[in-house]
């Protein structure tokens, strides 16, 4: 009997694997697409002025399709960024219990949003709306996006019943925990408001307490993106009724993914994975240890311009430290370097994929804060060269107090370090025509990323570095992160609207700003929130839970919002580091497996110290963040 259980399981997950890698393949077609439509609208307007009619709207759709498709994919992975501070502490069983419970309270939220999107598909269909431009119909790509979250339901529920069914059948007693759990959502949904103290809690005390809610259910792993849309949903359903908490989760999801503008999330993701897996970059270790190698330190010197050069295409931390990372972990060993020395740096220096353009986090702040894209990516370039040349002089200090740390290297003449040069036309190309094209106004930020993925293709395609499984691949990852990305983006919208209705954020602003005290001081308290939540919550989430509180608070203070997006980044930068959920620590962790984890934490310490300098400088000189941005017209 036991078999036969076991035999059901198996052909369930198969089937559940087959039918969500089936709807994904529809995102991994729409990728490229709307690579493809993008460059070609830039091409035919900028030569031809003839630019492709209602290519805006396609590409909504397109991004609509990538994100919508590619949830269920992304579930049946378990690769949404969750945070688990407290759940990692429980003993397996009780763990095994509340993660089935969060599984399934977020597949009812998902089955919840998918219901009311197909709700809202029926009345579009009805009503026979179409684009304006090229008049198609909009409802059927709002029920494939319903289906989508239909599909990410199931996957939620099947992975909470596995390791459920296995703690009922030792325990009879939690079916009893359970039920009551479930019995309380349904009470949260639907009879919260109809309590007789309900006008006595004021709405800014509702906000406090969901911001408490997330920041629990955060700790004990549920999905970021659906833990802040549940929260924010519950707070509307309290605050408003149960059809106005409807309507939004109804409208939200699909107006928040078929965005133009958020298609730049896809497109310079694509552009790095591109690079990522096809290699192009790989000489750029190469071509910074011939320069500096001869240097005390050299090696970890040569690291901090590699990572510099590989964020200038990829924008991401965890790409940047899995490719410098493999390559230069193993050489710092073959030459005795320093543990600490050599991790340290390598982890740290990864993080300036986040700062340095085109970056995945500015860009978001950009989404979220409703600023220019292209003058964040222009206010990261300086403080990204900075932060490089002052990791560089931290390793050039710890390396003159103790040249044992990291011996010199090899040294090369200057035929061999001016040919190592020539590897590095890729990244050099892709940066100029990417951040320049902005810059001159041949395109916008959206824009720029099907260009960049564009040339990233066909630089690889020249090279011969790209084949069918290195492009498949690269649309696989690039289609994963955007969903959780975008996913992010939903929940942070249902959220932010929640606390617009509660008008936490505006109280918050007015009570800050009425303080006796320096405008400093509270930027430097709000800093320091930015350094603890660091130690606990991803950094996407970061700016999406904390931009909508802090940015009206910012702005009314007289502070300049593109300057505080750089701040901001410069924090996510630092929590990509630091325990305990420095990813790029962990991923690291995996090329260098016999290294310790707490040896890798010792190692980062000097750099942090880079790191408190560089918001130093910048909270003390604005004008190095913004001077680029101001001559932008």
């Not at 951040?435 to 066909?458: D, K, N, Q, S, V």
């Not at 007015?510 to 509270?522: G, K, R, S, W």
Request: hydrophobic share 55%; net charge positive.
């Amino acid at each position: 009997m036991q078999v036969l259980s076991n035999n059901r399981a198996g052909l369930i997950q198969r089937m559940l694997f087959i039918a969500t890698r089936s709807i994904n393949l529809v995102a991994l077609v729409s990728l490229p697409a709307m690579m493809a439509l993008t460059a070609a609208d830039v091409f035919l307007r900028y030569f031809f002025n003839s630019p492709i009619i209602g290519s805006a709207e396609l590409t909504e759709f397109l991004v609509a399709l990538v994100t919508g498709m590619g949830l269920a994919y992304v579930g049946i992975r378990r690769e949404h960024i969750v945070v688990s501070v407290i759940a990692d502490r429980l003993e397996p069983r009780i763990r095994s219990v509340i993660d089935s419970v969060l599984d399934l309270v977020s597949g009812v939220f998902a089955a919840l949003i998918s219901w009311r999107i197909f709700i809202n598909a029926e009345t579009l269909r009805l009503d026979e709306r179409v684009t304006p431009q090229l008049h198609i119909p909009i409802s059927p790509i709002v029920f494939l996006v319903a289906f989508g979250f239909g599909m990410l339901a199931l996957v939620f529920f099947y992975n909470a019943c596995e390791p459920l069914t296995n703690v009922i059948r030792r325990n009879r007693r939690s079916i009893a925990t359970v039920l009551l759990l479930i019995i309380l959502l349904g009470v949260a949904v639907f009879f919260v408001p109809a309590l007789p103290w309900q006008d006595k809690v004021p709405p800014t005390s509702v906000g406090l307490i969901g911001i408490i809610l997330i920041l629990v259910l955060l700790f004990l792993g549920m999905p970021v993106g659906i833990v802040m849309g549940l929260i924010g949903f519950l707070g509307l359903v309290y605050l408003i009724a149960v059809k106005g908490g409807l309507t939004n989760i109804g409208l939200t999801p699909y107006t928040t993914m078929a965005s133009y503008t958020l298609s730049i999330i896809p497109l310079f993701v694509l552009m790095g994975e591109l690079c990522f897996h096809s290699g192009i970059t790989s000489k750029m270790y190469d071509a910074a240890y011939r320069w500096v190698g001869r240097l005390p330190g050299g090696l970890a010197i040569a690291t901090v311009g590699a990572c510099a050069g590989f964020a200038c295409v990829t924008g991401s931390s965890v790409a940047t430290v899995a490719t410098i990372g493999s390559v230069a972990f193993p050489e710092m060993q073959r030459y005795k370097y320093d543990i600490k020395l050599s991790t340290g740096c390598i982890v740290a220096a990864s993080g300036l994929g986040i700062l340095i353009p085109p970056s995945i986090s500015l860009a978001l702040y950009g989404i979220v804060a409703g600023e220019s894209i292209g003058k964040l990516f222009l206010a990261g370039i300086v403080p990204g060269i900075i932060h490089a040349i002052l990791y560089i002089l931290t390793i050039l200090v710890i390396c003159r107090r103790n040249p044992r740390l990291g011996p010199k290297g090899e040294s090369f003449t200057i035929g061999e370090k001016f040919t190592s040069l020539k590897n590095t036309w890729p990244v050099l190309v892709l940066f100029i025509f990417v951040i320049g094209g902005i810059y001159l106004g041949l395109f916008t930020p959206m824009e720029a990323g099907g260009i960049g993925a564009f040339g990233a293709f066909l630089i690889a395609l020249v090279m011969r570095k790209l084949n069918w499984a290195i492009f498949l691949n690269s649309l696989r990852s690039t289609v994963n992160i955007s969903s959780v990305a975008i996913l992010l983006l939903i929940g942070a919208n249902i959220f932010g609207y929640f606390l617009a209705v509660t008008r936490l954020p505006f109280e918050l602003s007015t009570f800050v700003t009425n303080l006796p005290v320096n405008e400093y001081v509270i930027l430097g308290i709000i800093i320091i929130v930015y350094l603890i939540l660091g130690c606990f919550i991803a950094s996407l989430a970061m700016i999406l839970l904390t931009v909508p509180i802090f940015l009206p608070v910012i702005t009314t203070l007289g502070f300049d919002p593109i300057w505080f997006g750089v701040i901001v980044t410069v924090m996510c930068e630092i929590a990509v580091i630091t325990p305990p959920f420095g990813i790029n620590i962990f991923v690291l962790k995996g090329i260098g497996k016999d290294v310790p984890i707490y040896t890798m934490f010792r190692g980062i310490i000097p750099f942090l110290m880079a790191d408190f300098s560089l918001t130093v400088l910048l909270v003390a000189f604005p004008k190095i963040t913004l001077f680029l941005p101001n001559l932008m017209k």
